[in-house]
């Protein structure tokens, strides 16, 4: 872990909550994910040391994007809050086009299942943005 990514991990631990951005609450909250391959600190130096490639990130379950409500599993984080953020799936939203393949490419080192991209229409829906709508990088861990 580079200097750096060493100062953003301590000065997020020692932050107080009131003081942190929606962003650094989510890094926090990665922080306490169980889940087999995933490694928080490994996954957030990466995103810190490279923040030209991203917009913003999210870290839940994964959404089952051809689901009608009720959403299976949805609501699972619930069940184990008192433990643990019950996560498996990180979205970046990336900061361009050209974002995509170094993003991809990071989620090779980082063990993850699976490397999907959500682009055009469907990003768009999700987003609720209609013009220049970016991808946004999907990375799944079993």
């Not at 989510?26 to 991203?54: I, S, T």
């Not at 699972?76 to 990180?90: A, G, K, N």
């Not at 990071?106 to 970016?134: M, S």
Request: hydrophobic share 40%.
């Amino acid at each position: 872990m580079s200097n750096n990514e060493m100062r953003f991990s301590n000065s997020l631990r020692q932050k107080l909550i009131k003081d942190c951005t929606p962003q650094e609450l989510v890094a926090a909250l990665m922080l306490q994910a169980k889940c087999d391959a995933f490694n928080p600190e490994q996954v957030l130096a990466d995103l810190y040391r490279y923040p030209q490639l991203w917009q913003s990130f999210w870290m839940g379950t994964m959404l089952p994007l051809n689901s009608q409500p009720p959403l299976p599993l949805s609501l699972i984080m619930l069940r184990d809050l008192q433990e643990f953020w019950h996560t498996d799936t990180l979205y970046v939203l990336a900061q361009n086009q050209m974002s995509i393949t170094p993003l991809q490419e990071l989620g090779e080192q980082w063990n993850c299942d699976t490397v999907q991209v959500i682009d055009g229409e469907k990003a768009q829906a999700l987003l609720g943005l209609y013009h220049d709508t970016p991808s946004i990088a999907v990375f799944w861990w079993d």
